[in-house]
């Protein structure tokens, strides 16, 4: 009844409801996409949509998203061979029938039997009713055939890329890496039907390049292969064979332009092509303000969203700006009432900023919170290493051993977080259940730099160069210690815009590389912060990746300059 009430059109009542699965107003949109999710293809993917976006906010129903995954699969397979054979055909008759009307009345006849992504395993009458579409005569023109293989192919692109997530999500890796490459193979695959439409007589009356719909197709294939060129050309050079031996091609300069073309084209995935551009805009290209000013206009269009509203916030948590973003994730939370653990997660960051900010007791509250509720594995060594220090801050150090414990238990093998929080744990635990005091400090420290209290952190750290003499105790050798010290401080003199003094401290943790023997993430992080003291980046108007790549040879440059 919604359709026919509040819809003119298919494509309005898409909009809408892509619109709503970004509001987390998933029953919504399912009630607009459930009714014609057997006979439309864009309605099927998205009805899959909507359970696929349900599975990964609360943890449950992967069978289901996976089910009508399926579903649209096939639809999109057996559409793809209907339009093929029809192409191939010599006969150009206009459109007879309905091919949906077919696709339609092929579920009709399968709606008993189990789905699948296997033709197999459908029942004999299904069979029956996808015969009589592959052996029909062709339906459609040669123009509608080029066309509508294009939207199965995108579909299926789609359809493969939501099913790598759900392998992802269940630990699944080497199944969602094989999606992945299908992934990448719809689209290209699609690509080379844009580009031989492209290079076709497009002059007959059968033309479609104007079409909305190819216009739609167009900008959901440039996103799509966009996104996997700039992927791909950021791998860096050691494993990149590896990759493109696989089949894979990065091309940075070509991926941007291909995203902005998403964008510019307002296809179906506008808001995610333009959440992609900001994210490369703000986090690799340091075009900051132009990346917030178009999340600032999503947010404007879009302010009921969540995900746009924890984007916006993650750039002022960034920026260091912490009231905005405190502010952000609050609406994030209120939007997201829906989804208790959307809602977890988004407390959990505002947490992350109450840590930096030193305050122990709103952490420990939060943190105690996720731990007891959350479905998610995500976060949880991390958050239970963080908690226990905030409970040695307030003197309730009686809890420690016991959280600390548990934590082994939380860890997947393959997140360097997890694998930091429980080796801080086991440090802990084997330094006879007490924090060192240089760790007590040096935390605190960290903290009170990224929330920009620069005079507390430098009298601090003063206090810490008492703890790294003869007498140092601790769970972490003095090397580390000192290389640990030498870190924060080059971070307090970038902080407080002394570049050389920052450089020197930043290049002496890289020099004694070989002697630090656990906190070995220093270094790498030493070399970061002396990239950010190259200055002239703001002169480079166009070939903007010369400073990335510059970065990256200052930091092989310190590594070897013993040797030049």
């Not at 009630?31 to 943890?59: C, G």
């Not at 590389?513 to 002239?536: A, D, H, Q, T």
């Not at 310190?558 to 040797?563: P, T």
Request: hydrophobic letters at 35%.
């Amino acid at each position: 009844g919604r359709m026919e009430e509040e819809f003119k059109s298919d494509e309005e009542a898409i909009r809408v409801g892509i619109n709503l699965i970004w509001d987390t107003k998933l029953n919504e949109a399912e009630a607009i996409f459930k009714p014609k999710a057997k006979e439309d293809l864009w309605f099927s993917l998205h009805y899959a949509e909507v359970a696929f976006s349900r599975s990964m906010l609360t943890n449950t129903n992967y069978e289901e998203a996976q089910k009508r995954l399926n579903e649209t699969e096939q639809m999109a397979t057996y559409l793809n061979n209907q339009y093929n054979s029809s192409s191939s055909s010599s006969s150009s008759s206009s459109l007879t029938s309905n091919l949906f009307s077919s696709i339609s009345s092929f579920w009709k006849s399968s709606s008993s039997s189990t789905s699948s992504t296997s033709i197999d395993d459908e029942s004999d009458a299904s069979k029956q009713a996808l015969k009589d579409i592959l052996t029909s005569e062709p339906i459609v023109s040669e123009s509608e055939a080029t066309q509508g293989s294009l939207k199965a192919l995108v579909i299926l692109a789609e359809v493969s890329a939501m099913t790598a997530f759900l392998h992802f999500k269940s630990l699944n890796y080497l199944k969602g890496i094989y999606f992945i490459r299908r992934t990448y193979n719809y689209y290209l695959s699609a690509s080379n039907l844009l580009i031989k439409n492209s290079n076709s007589n497009t002059n007959d009356q059968n033309s479609i390049i104007d079409n909305a719909e190819y216009k739609n197709l167009e900008g959901m294939v440039n996103l799509g292969r966009g996104a996997f060129h700039y992927a791909v050309s950021n791998v860096p050079n050691t494993f990149r064979w590896v990759v493109e031996m696989a089949g894979f091609q990065g091309d940075k300069e070509l991926g941007m332009k291909e995203i902005e073309t998403a964008v510019s084209s307002h296809c179906q995935r506008e808001i995610l092509a333009t959440l992609l551009l900001a994210a490369i805009h703000y986090f690799f290209n340091d075009e900051k303000s132009l990346a917030k000013t178009s999340v600032d206009n999503l947010v404007t269009n879009h302010p009921n969203s969540s995900a746009i509203l924890m984007m916006r916030a993650m750039m002022h948590k960034n920026d260091k700006e912490f009231s905005d973003a405190i502010s952000k994730l609050e609406s994030a939370k209120t939007q997201a009432s829906q989804f208790p653990q959307l809602q977890l997660t988004v407390t959990y960051e505002m947490g992350e900023i109450y840590w930096y900010q030193c305050k122990w007791d709103q952490v420990l509250t939060i943190n105690e919170q996720y731990l007891a509720e959350t479905t998610n594995r995500d976060y949880k060594p991390f958050c239970a290493w963080k908690l226990g220090y905030c409970y040695w801050r307030l003197n309730q150090r009686d809890k420690i051993p016991a959280l600390y414990k548990s934590i082994p238990s939380m860890v997947s093998k393959n997140r360097s977080y997890d694998k930091y929080a429980e080796r801080k744990a086991n440090e802990f635990l084997n330094f006879g259940n007490k924090f060192s005091e240089f760790e007590t400090k040096i935390i605190y420290i960290q903290n009170l730099i990224m929330s920009k209290q620069f005079k507390t952190a430098m009298g601090e750290l003063n206090s810490v160069t008492e703890l790294l003499g003869e007498k140092y105790e601790g769970p972490i050798p003095l090397t580390d210690a000192s290389a640990w010290y030498r870190y924060c401080k080059g971070m307090l003199w970038s902080g407080a815009k002394k570049g050389d003094k920052a450089k020197e401290h930043f290049e002496t943790v890289v020099r004694v590389e070989n002697e630090i023997k656990i906190e070995k993430w220093l270094v790498p992080y030493s070399l970061v912060e002396l990239g950010v003291m190259v200055r002239v980046e703001n002169e480079i108007k166009i070939e903007k990746w010369l400073v990335p790549y510059s970065l990256v040879e200052l930091g092989v440059m310190v590594r070897v300059e013993n040797e030049i």
